[in-house]
């Protein structure tokens, strides 16, 4: 039987690491979302500078672990006289890896759009960024709203690393629980249980979305 005494007697510092692993997730989520949406822009962008540019960072940061970029974000910018807390540092590092993977998702909502739509906002007298801004972009979001909401999942759950550098989220607590109660299992399925309360929700929020978004169509 799970033993539910360890979650009462220790509540306030799951609910610290829940409360962080939130705070994290907002920032990592809103930021990689802007940062993907870049470098999504510069994968099809007219300018073969920018093409590189996008291309490199997305394959460079797609085909290396996760717990590698938040290592270097907390061990590696020291060196050059940057120091970010543990919570940063873990933060930044999931914010930059997971703008990679929706910079290719937005990609490939980009070129699902009919080409006839950027056209006809150039003729319209907007320039490349407006038309991009104001007619082609919320065109993709739409189209990749159910690969975009498993990258959200994903970030949710890839959160977990900051846990590795003591980043005050919901692993790291759990990982001071245990230590302190000499428990392994009953701990970490607490852990779980607090990680389900967030992706849950989030899982069913999209799934309504794109069935909204079918039947509008």
Same mark, same amino acid.
């Given at each position: /039987? ?12 799951? #609910? ?13 989520? !809103? ?10 822009? %510069? ?17 460079? +940061?797609?085909?290396?672990?996760? +717990?590698? !970029?938040?290592?270097? #974000?907390?061990?590696?910018?020291? !060196? ?45 007298? %907007?320039?490349? *960024?407006?038309? /991009? ?22 970030? +949710?759950?890839?959160?977990? *690393? ?22 392994? %299992?009953?701990?970490?399925? %607490? ?27």
């Amino acid at each position: /039987m799970i033993d539910f005494s360890i979650l009462t007697e220790h509540w306030g510092m799951y #609910m610290d690491g829940f409360v962080n692993t939130i705070k994290a997730s907002l920032i990592a989520l !809103v930021a990689s979302f802007v940062l993907g949406t870049v470098f999504a822009v %510069f994968r099809i962008a007219p300018v073969r500078v920018l093409n590189a540019i996008g291309a490199a960072y997305v394959e460079f +940061i797609r085909n290396i672990p996760l +717990i590698l !970029v938040v290592f270097f #974000m907390f061990v590696g910018l020291p !060196v050059v006289g940057i120091r970010l807390n543990p919570f940063m540092a873990g933060t930044v590092g999931l914010t930059i890896y997971t703008s990679a993977f929706i910079a290719e998702t937005l990609r490939a909502g980009i070129a699902s759009v009919p080409k006839g739509q950027m056209e006809a906002g150039r003729s319209s007298g %907007f320039g490349y *960024v407006e038309t /991009m801004r104001y007619i082609v972009l919320p065109q993709a979001v739409k189209m990749v709203i159910p690969p975009l909401g498993n990258q959200f999942l994903n970030l +949710i759950k890839n959160s977990s *690393v900051l846990g590795v550098i003591a980043g005050l989220d919901l692993m790291y607590y759990g990982d001071l629980v245990s230590s302190a109660t000499f428990v392994t %299992f009953d701990v970490y399925i %607490f852990v779980a249980l607090f990680y389900l309360v967030l992706t849950i929700p989030l899982s069913l929020g999209v799934r309504h979305l794109e069935r909204r978004m079918a039947r509008a169509r």
